[in-house]
């Protein structure tokens, strides 16, 4: 049973442009959400997180929106730069379990 | 400040051996994670240490054993390897999930089982 799921493998955008990645859950104990970009051959790399007690949590280009009600939430790249090319990953945790659960990745494309 | 150390970062070794991997958190991190990294299953969380005491272990099989150290190093081991355990070993670090503080990843272990 997967919990965290990114729903599109991938996603191609133009340089300036928004990139906007999604994630959807199904654990209503997560009450920590993640978002990590990974490059090949290198760990994954924080970018942003979010409490649940949040809506929103903007850093730089980087914003994560939640959406408890719909058990969602989105990651928005602004502008979007050839640089961001990578492996997004979502991840969730349960503050209390001590573990990141991870959705399977969205490979951005960012075409100058 | 130095990130995760993860050593050896590749290696080769044959179905029924064993393996240890090593991770060096970040200075001040008491919790080390483990997560196994594969084309088809993604990241998949193996155990977490804190203070050497392990608070929470994955769905794998008894042959990946993981220890903490007291400076806050942590070891993982895979007895009796199989081909199925080729993947992308990572070791994250952390001082604290809250105030937008995530866990910091090493650039892991590539294991190849022949």
């Known amino acids: 049973d997967q919990q965290v799921k990114q729903n599109s493998p991938s996603l191609s955008v133009q340089e300036g442009r928004i990139s906007i990645l999604n994630c959807d859950y199904t654990n209503s104990m997560f009450d920590y959400f993640l978002w990590y970009k990974k490059y090949p051959a290198e760990g994954p790399t924080f970018l942003i997180s979010?409490?649940?007690?949040?809506d929103k949590n903007e850093d730089g280009r980087f914003t994560v929106f939640l959406n408890k009600s719909a058990k969602h939430l989105s990651l928005h790249i602004v502008p979007s730069q050839p640089g961001d090319s990578a492996v997004y990953f979502c991840?969730?945790?349960?503050?209390?379990?001590?573990?990141?659960?991870f959705g399977k990745g969205t490979l951005l494309t960012v075409n100058p | 400040k130095a990130g995760v150390t993860q050593t050896p970062r590749y290696l080769i070794k044959t179905r029924g051996q064993q393996v240890t991997l090593s991770c060096s958190p970040i200075s001040g991190h008491r919790s080390v994670s483990w997560y196994q990294q594969t084309p088809g299953q993604g990241l998949q969380f193996l155990f977490e240490y804190f203070s050497e005491t392990q608070r929470n272990k994955g769905n794998f099989p008894g042959r990946f054993s993981g220890r903490q150290f007291s400076n806050s190093r942590s070891e993982m081991n895979v007895s009796t390897l199989e081909l199925g355990d080729s993947a992308l070993y990572l070791c994250?670090?952390?001082?604290?999930?809250?105030?937008?503080?995530?866990?910091?990843f090493g650039s892991g272990t590539r294991l190849t089982v022949v």
């Open positions: 994250a670090s952390t001082r604290s999930l809250m105030d937008n503080y995530g866990y910091t």
């Open positions: 991840a969730a945790s349960e503050s209390s379990n001590y573990k990141l659960t």
């Open positions: 979010i409490s649940s007690i949040k």
